[in-house]
T-cell receptor, first 119, second 111 residues
Framework: GAVVSQHPSWVICKSGTSVKIECRSL??????MFWYRQFPKQSLMLMATSNEGSKATYEQGVEKDKFLINHASLTLSTLTVTSAHPEDSSFYICSAHSPSAGGNQETQYFGPGTRLLVL | GESVGLHLPTLSVQEGDNSIINCAYS??????FIWYKQESGKGPQFIIDIRSNMDKRQGQRVTVLLNKTVKHLSLQIAATQPGDSAVYFCAENSGYSTLTFGKGTMLLVSP
């Protein structure tokens, strides 16, 4: 139980294009989803928190117009990297949280990540 | 998050040894802590958690110890196996369901 998927698992795009990453909770309804970014040999950095049906809350320093987050349903959140540039190349990971997923109320279940390479 | 630098602390052990991975957390108000395992190219995987009203919790081959006085968390892995090789992160929850991750420790297990 508590499986989270991401699509695509990796993507290569040209500079200036937009890329959409999907995060799905497969066997539970996620009231909250989180988006993280991870650079090589570094820790996970929280980018934003999204609740179904409301606007995402962005961490300080994360541009909301560049990283568009939509949480349209209780099982799907999307992250769109707009006008991607090489410095946006990173490993993007989502997680989902819900009391109904089992475990402790605060437990986050992570997706497998999406590796983005912007040329 | 304050991760800096490109070199993760590394712990190298022999197969069968016990491993201890340490983590210092920053927020004395944090009341919930989790250890995650991350294999290369994959998302973090939940290992074990502990609440601040406990100082020890055991799972299968893993034990988490919490010392609130010095804000220190440790993960003990018994009889370490090559499949345990990964990066291990501690994470703290200080409210609002958000987690703050530590810098991570790479565990290398030699057969």
């Amino acid at each position: 139980g508590a499986v989270v998927s991401q699509h695509p698992s990796w993507v290569i795009c040209k500079s200036g294009t937009s890329v959409k990453i999907e995060c799905r909770s497969l066997d539970f309804q996620a009231t909250t989803m989180f988006w993280y970014r991870q650079f090589p040999k570094q820790s996970l950095m929280l980018m934003a928190t999204s609740n179904e049906g409301s606007k995402a809350t962005y961490e300080q320093g994360v541009e909301k117009d560049k990283f568009l987050i939509n949480h349209a349903s209780l099982t799907l959140s999307t992250l769109t990297v707009t006008s991607a540039h090489p410095e946006d190349s990173s490993f993007y990971i989502c997680s989902a949280h819900s009391p109904s997923a089992g475990g402790n109320q605060e437990t986050q279940y992570f997706g497998p990540g999406t590796r983005l390479l912007v040329l | 998050g304050e991760s800096v630098g490109l070199h993760l602390p590394t712990l190298s052990v022999q197969e069968g040894d016990n491993s201890i991975i340490n983590c210092a957390y920053s927020n004395s108000a944090s009341d919930y802590f989790i250890w995650y395992k991350q294999e290369s190219g994959k998302g973090p995987q939940f290992i074990i958690d502990i609440r601040s009203n406990m100082d020890k919790r055991q799972g299968q081959r893993v034990t988490v110890l919490l010392n609130k006085t010095v804000k220190h968390l440790s993960l003990q892995i018994a009889a370490t196996q090559p499949g345990d090789s990964a990066v291990y992160f501690c994470a703290e929850n200080s409210g609002y369901s958000t987690l703050t991750f530590g810098k991570g420790t790479m565990l290398l297990v030699s057969p």
